[in-house]
């Protein structure tokens, strides 16, 4: 199968309400398996923020993985496409275009925080009628002024049109571990290994292993934000000791864990895609 003959859904028409005095329409999206929605070009920008799983986007000629604990966001009148090879569950934001200003002006991948999932969900709760003075309308305010000021993540994960790679990055995502081989992952997606080999160097221009370490970067660097600490990260992503943990991450971003959370760095990998 292809992504092209994914089974297509529609996303929320929030996206095209023409509604200046609400400037942020919001809502629960849920999709129980792999699905595509086809090119769209909706009149507010919008925000992606995946809660499980992870959602592949293509906009402007670049590709982005945006996993949980990111936010992407596609300004308005912005064509895009996405799928996702497995059940996925986000909130969507939809954003006035008088009330973009202070967003970036092009597509970029956020870092969102466990305070802002929860006030989003709390504007969601609300609904989208709300008056344009209240305790929905402050919300709503509160949350343009937030995501305006959240971190750009500087660690981008490639992505990949191929479903069979789509499905094997998903593998790696749904249970991030450092002892996961390639031979393991091309089991479950039904490839060979030297297939998938060939796909990861061709689709991301990084070999499996580049990929997976960066992915387990982000992996970390999520949960050290989240207040966990260095030696149980380096357990729950597989890796057989702390140390071994801190030399990877060192050897990657130039700094130990502990001295990247001090200084609050986003150094080391540029963005790809």
């Not at 989208?128 to 709503?140: C, F, K, L, S, V």
């Not at 390639?182 to 292993?209: K, N, P, W």
């Not at 970067?217 to 207040?227: F, I, V, Y």
């Amino acid at each position: 199968m292809t992504i092209a003959e994914l089974p297509e859904l529609n996303l929320p028409r929030l996206g095209h309400r023409d509604e200046p005095a609400r400037p942020l329409l919001c809502c629960a999206w849920a999709a129980p398996t792999a699905h595509r929605v086809a090119t769209e070009r909706f009149r507010r920008g919008y925000i992606i923020v995946p809660q499980r799983g992870a959602y592949w986007i293509r906009a402007a000629q670049r590709s982005w993985l945006v996993l949980p604990g990111q936010a992407l966001w596609i300004p308005p009148a912005t064509a895009h496409e996405l799928f996702s090879p497995a059940a996925v569950s986000a909130q969507l934001l939809f954003i006035d275009p008088l009330h973009c200003a202070a967003l970036p002006p092009a597509c970029v991948v956020l870092q969102t925080s466990p305070w802002l999932v929860g006030l989003l969900l709390r504007c969601a709760g609300h609904g989208n009628d709300y008056p344009a003075e209240g305790p929905a309308a402050r919300i709503a305010q509160v949350l343009l002024d937030e995501f305006a000021r959240l971190p750009r993540v500087s660690l981008l994960l490639p992505a990949s049109r191929d479903l069979r790679l789509a499905r094997a990055m998903a593998r790696l995502i749904e249970r991030p571990r450092a002892s996961v081989g390639l031979v393991r992952i091309a089991q479950d997606c039904g490839a060979s290994a030297r297939t998938l080999a060939r796909l990861f160097q061709a689709e991301t221009g990084m070999t499996f292993t580049q990929w997976k370490t960066r992915l387990l970067l982000l992996e970390a660097l999520a949960r050290m934000a989240r207040g966990v600490s260095v030696t149980e990260v380096a357990v729950d992503l597989g890796y057989r000791s702390t140390s071994s943990f801190v030399y990877m991450f060192r050897r990657n971003l130039g700094v130990p864990p502990g001295r990247y959370r001090q200084v609050g760095e986003t150094r080391g990998l540029g963005g790809a895609g």
